[in-house]
Structure formats: C-alpha cells, structure tokens
C-alpha cells in the first residue's frame, strides 16, 4: 500500500539510540492518552457518519466548508486524491471551502450557491476561531433571511463547551465534538473531515480502514518496519547537515493539495525554536519546467520527498495504437528527475503508493501525521502546540475588539 525508498539505510545505524528515545517519548504520549491521532480508526463512531450522510444526501446542491487551517485543508486533499481536482466540474454537491476572510472570495461563494440548496460545515475545535465565526455569523443571517431553518442548513464540529458548541445547541444545529488531544492539523480523519466527505461521495470508512491497516507497523519499534520513523530520521538526519529545506515532490496533479495540507502539518508542528521546517511544494512534471533548474544547480540545501503513484485509475495510452501511456511518461520523468539530483549530490527519497483508493489515502495522511510526530521528538519539540500562531490571534483580536468595541462576534 504505501513503502518508502532511502538513499542510504546505513544512516540508521548512526543514530541508534535517538531512535529509541524518540520511539519511547512517543509511545509515552500515546499509551498516557495525551496524542490520539493514532486511534482515530476506532474513536471515530461510524454509524453515526454513515446515519447523516444518508439524512441529507441527495438534498443539497453546494456544501460550503467554513473553515481554516486544518479544518479545511485536509478535505481538499482528500476530495482531490480520490475524486480529481475537476471534482466540481463533473460531480454534485458541489464543494466550497471558505477558509478566508477575503471579502472578494466570501462574494464569489454567495454568486456561485443556491443557499436554499446549500449546506454548511461550520469547524472550529477551539469554537473562538475569528474568522470562522464571522463567516458563521455571515452566512448564517442569509440562511435566515431565507426564511430556512439553522438546522437543515448547518452542523457545527467543535470541541466540547466551547462558545461554537453552545451556539449549535441555542440555534438547534447539530454538532460534533472532536477529541481534546486531538490537534486540528491532525484531525482530518476525524468527523472533521469525514462528515463532510461523506456527503461528497469518499468511502470515510476506507480511509479509516487504510489507518488500522499501518498503525501497528508506524507504532513498531523495530526501524526497518517502522517506515514513518525511517521517514523521520532521514529529515533529522538532513537538518545535522545543515540542509535546511524540504521539497514535498508528488507526481500526481491530484495530489497538489495533499501538499499543502503536509505543509501545514510540517510547519506548524515543526517550526519552533529555530528549527527550519521550511517545507515547499512542487508536481510533477508540470514543476519540472519551473523549479529543476534551481534544484539541480542551484544550492544544495534541500531534502527532497518525492510521491510516485504505481497504478492510476485511469491511465489512457498517449496513440491508440501503441503501448505507452500518459502514467509511463509520468514515472519515467519522475526517475530521470530523481537520477540527476542524485548525480548532484542532492539528498532524496520516495513514497510509493499502490494506488490513490480512499484506503490508500488514509494510510498516507497518517505516515505523514506520525513522520512529523517522530520527527518533533528527534528534534526534542512538542509537535502539538502552536505558540506563534496564538500570539498573532491575540493581537489581532485585541485590535478589532479596539475598534469594534460592540461587535458580538467578541
């Protein structure tokens, strides 16, 4: 389902015992119950995901995701690994995620749905998140000025008490609660995610089924099983060289949001105490034409992660009458990619995928959501907080509450 190609597997043997102790901190957080991530497979009640897909499915025309961070992010990436980035050209409900305030996006959603027709996902694990909030509160006067009810139009997942939970339960909108130690960028296979991919057609229990087909080998302590530590440890291993930069390099265009859902992941849980969790996104082979010169020849500096798709659902032969398919080029331009950064010294390996099936995708949201766990304990970080965010939130909100002094979305 998913196996990982090193260049060097001798670099294991440098750093015995940082893997051990990164092994050990790691499974003290999850036997104590304070990292969860790992159990989404059964914390997560199916039935209950399986009973609101079937209430409401067929009855809507749009879903609008209002979101931000990882309350949106990992949707788009699995929507597009296993439906296609043209999912809204070709398939209804149509997906919307509204995870800015930018008020030319907010106009464009309004022109584009039916809000007769249209159902929201309001996420916010805090329930404080200011821009969901105020999407909320936008979105929710045009629901009523329609004349509609809040509870065939929204449902809220939030964690448990906070002010979005009491809000659902004053409007008689239904709601979800996410596990406590369960951060939001980890929370993609959580009813975070699941509800609303449920109602866009993806097999949720799949995706489940992909995690409790690797956990046991992801929680093994035995380096050569454990393919998301050796994943770790070739990132560690690269930082002691000073290589500062990562370039996640999917070949596969439906994987580009994959990409900035692990960027998310890798930065937030990473970039603390001047470690350089700098992580950039390229596809192949479109990126092959803007961005190879610089990896080849430009400084060698980054640790490249490249992503190979084995079969693809659909892989068309270029000429009707000869054997070479659009997937054949693809493969090949990802080797002769690999082979020249490699002549250059570059530092590289590769995720294999045996297909892009919903089991599959499971199985690689939680490699990467364990590599960044292990790989915060090799740094001796806590992967699961995220301090300069709250600062930013802080501040902004202290100014708007200055200027705004009676708004009720404070």
Known sequence: MISLHIQ????????????QKAHQNFSHLYTNGSVLFPDVDVLVEREKIEAFARERQGKYDSIVLLGIGGSALGVRAILDA??????????????FICDNVDPGEI????????????FFFVISKSGSTLETLSVYEFFKERVQE???????????????NSKLHKEAASQGIEYFFLEENIGGRFSVLTYIG????????????????????????????????NTALQSALVQFDAYQSNIENTVFFPYASNLKSLGFWYKQLFGESLGKNNIPANLFVSVGTTDQHSDLQLFVEGKNDKLFLFLEVENFRHN????????????????????????????KGRKNSTISLENLLEQTIGALIVFFEFQVAYLGELLGINAYD?????????????????????????
């Open 316 to 343: 068309p032969k270029v000429l009707r009458d000869e054997a070479i398919t659009f997937g054949d080029i693809l493969g090949i331009s990802c080797y002769g990619t690999k082979k020249a950064l490699t002549q």
């Open 194 to 225: 699941l509800l609303p991919l449920s109602l866009l057609g993806v097999d949720v229990c799949a995706l489940l089924d992909g995690v409790t087909h690797v956990k046991k080998r992801f929680l093994s302590s035995d380096i050569q099983e």
């Open 82 to 95: 296993v439906k296609g980035k043209y999912y809204n050209n070709l398939s209804t409900p149509k997906l």
């Open 386 to 410: 995220q301090p300069g965010v709250e600062a930013s939130k802080k501040i902004s909100k202290q100014k708007l509450q200055e200027k705004f002094i009676s708004s009720k979305l404070f």
């Open 8 to 19: 060097d597997s001798h670099i294991f043997e440098n750093y015995t015992s940082q893997i």
């Open 146 to 160: 329609a004349g509609l009810p809040f509870g065939d139009h929204f449902v809220v997942i939030t964690g448990e």
């Open 107 to 118: 106009s464009d959603i309004v022109s584009a749905i039916d809000i007769s027709k249209t």
